[in-house]
């Protein structure tokens, strides 16, 4: 059965950095994408990217390139989110998701998420 | 980036009833089109990819139909545990982009 289990919430002053984690379980970690989704509170979802966790190789929003880094540990099957230089409008709910087997396929189990708290 | 509007962005309606939401994408996409509802506090879980295709385990009372720009979802007889939100999410180009959402409430 496919778990995706995310670290805690987090709390981060303007300008910090965060890291969210996502352990999965119940498949080969290797064979499927990795998506990044957020949501502000109230809001819709959106998309930040994807890693491929075999390879490493990562596909941004150009709205996150430069202060979003994904990247991977395929020894332990988890997926990781790291954004910089954080404002208070990134206040946001952090999913991470499983995509398919290719770039363009749909998501098909999510974290339950991660709040991340931007404030002074 | 492909914009993709869905509509309506709320509605109101009774168990029973049969609901259809749209979602228009502002290019072609093919049918690389898939569609999820969220309940308040949780994770969004999909209903339907490439366009019509119902995932395993999703009731049949859920339909969805379209190609290219036009696309639709259908609850044919609202249950109590269909009132959420649902989102359109395109796959077909990056940035992959959700539609706004559709907030089905009870009557």
């Known amino acids: 059965q496919v778990h995706l289990v995310q670290s805690g919430a987090e709390m981060k002053k303007p300008g910090a950095s965060v890291r969210v984690s996502c352990k999965a379980s119940?498949?080969?970690?290797?064979?499927?994408?990795f998506h990044w989704v957020r949501q502000a509170p109230g809001q819709g979802l959106e998309w930040m990217g994807w890693?491929?966790?075999?390879?490493?190789?990562?596909n941004y929003a150009q709205k996150f390139q430069g202060w979003v880094n994904m990247t991977r540990d395929t020894s332990i099957s988890t997926a990781y989110l790291e954004l910089r230089r954080l404002r208070s409008d990134d206040t946001a709910v952090y999913f991470c998701?499983?995509?398919?087997?290719?770039?363009?396929?749909?998501?098909?189990?999510w974290g339950q998420g991660t709040l991340v708290t931007v404030s002074s | 980036d492909i914009q993709m509007t869905q509509s309506p962005s709320s509605l109101s309606a009774s168990v029973g009833d049969r609901v259809t939401i749209t979602c228009r994408a502002s290019?072609?996409?093919?049918?690389?089109l898939h569609w999820y509802q969220q309940k308040p506090g949780k994770a969004p879980k999909v209903l339907v990819y490439?366009?019509?295709s119902l995932q395993s385990g999703v009731p049949s009372r859920f339909s969805a139909s379209g190609s290219g720009t036009d696309f639709t979802l259908t609850i044919t007889t609202l249950q109590p545990e269909d009132f959420a939100t649902y989102f359109c999410?395109?796959?077909?180009?990056?940035?992959?982009?959700f539609g706004g959402g559709t907030k089905v409430e009870i009557k």
């Open positions: 998701a499983r995509g398919g087997t290719t770039s363009w396929s749909h998501v098909d189990y």
């Open positions: 119940g498949y080969t970690f290797t064979d499927f994408y």
């Open positions: 890693i491929n966790p075999k390879s490493g190789v990562t």
């Open positions: 290019q072609t996409i093919g049918t690389y």
């Open positions: 490439t366009a019509s």
């Open positions: 999410q395109q796959t077909y180009s990056t940035p992959l982009t």
